[in-house]
């Protein structure tokens, strides 16, 4: 275990000591240019306290990151407007709808473009073309067009996140469903076995590391999809409105602390895939 987390360590530490010197050098004119119109002259170590601790830095020191999403988290109710708890869970609950409603469509698709062929030559390219419209473009278009049918809340930011997140399911369950080999496939025939005993028996099961290899993209940007909904929505609450809020009012700290909360609730729901994944392959037989 020393060996695997060893390198790990190392490179934090090293990317922690870089960032460091970036606050250093980022914040270091800001601070210069604040004692110089209060009429101080701090010496070198005293500069370097400042930078690491101005109230609104350019980049914020991992120190003050911390604190921040350590008050924000833990010493504030979760029902506060100012909670990075509360923020995540409107970001979460868009995010997890959208990504059911994203993946099923997506395991439907693949399903059928598997079994019928004319399918596969008339919706792979616009599958594919779909991706190229940047989301941040999209996203205005599709809020303003729900908002005017009386669609609000929820529904308009699932459905960006569900745009996202259906595209490396599909194209992986696609792959997936036609991973068994022709050798596999004649076997099955040769025991007159139906086109539902082939999906069940031999497709499905085939697919699963494709399905959950989909499903660990697709997770992390149904998060990233909700957080790019609720920024042209005015919304007031969820990571895309307090990142917004935080761009408003120069507060990088509160940028970095939303950015921090986004990246470990992705990284959550990456992990809680992956233990699922092991422990159906292991159900299946699969080696540990």
Not at 49 to 62: E, F, I, K, S
Not at 155 to 160: N, Q, V, W, Y
Request: with cysteine; hydrophobic share 60%.
């Amino acid at each position: 275990m020393s060996r695997s987390i060893l390198p790990v360590l190392t490179i934090c530490a090293v990317l922690a000591v870089a960032w460091y010197l970036g606050a250093i050098w980022m914040n270091w004119q800001v601070v210069a240019d604040t004692q110089a119109r209060a009429g101080a002259a701090p010496d070198a170590a005293e500069m370097v306290r400042l930078t690491l601790n101005h109230a609104r830095p350019l980049l914020p020191a991992p120190h003050q990151i911390l604190e921040e999403f350590w008050r924000t988290t833990a010493t504030l109710p979760v029902t506060s407007r100012r909670s990075l708890v509360h923020h995540a869970w409107v970001t979460l609950s868009a995010a997890l709808v959208g990504f059911g409603m994203g993946a099923a469509f997506a395991v439907v698709l693949a399903v059928a473009i598997v079994h019928i062929r004319a399918l596969e030559r008339s919706l792979m390219p616009w599958i594919v073309a779909s991706q190229a419209v940047p989301v941040l473009a999209l996203a205005p278009i599709v809020i303003v067009a729900l908002g005017a049918l009386g669609l609000q809340g929820l529904l308009p930011k699932a459905i960006i996140a569900a745009y996202l997140c259906f595209f490396p399911v599909a194209i992986g369950m696609v792959k997936g469903f036609r991973a068994p080999d022709a050798m596999a496939l004649d076997l099955m025939r040769t025991w007159s076995a139906s086109r539902a005993q082939l999906f069940w028996k031999l497709r499905l099961p085939a697919s699963l590391p494709y399905l959950f290899a989909g499903l660990k993209v697709a997770i992390a940007a149904a998060v990233v999809g909700a957080i790019v909904a609720e920024l042209p929505a005015g919304a007031q609450a969820g990571l895309g409105a307090r990142l917004l809020a935080g761009s408003y009012f120069g507060q990088t700290i509160q940028i970095w602390s939303a950015l921090l909360m986004a990246a470990l609730l992705s990284a959550s729901l990456v992990g809680l895939l992956g233990a699922a994944e092991r422990m159906l392959a292991r159900r299946m037989g699969a080696r540990a």
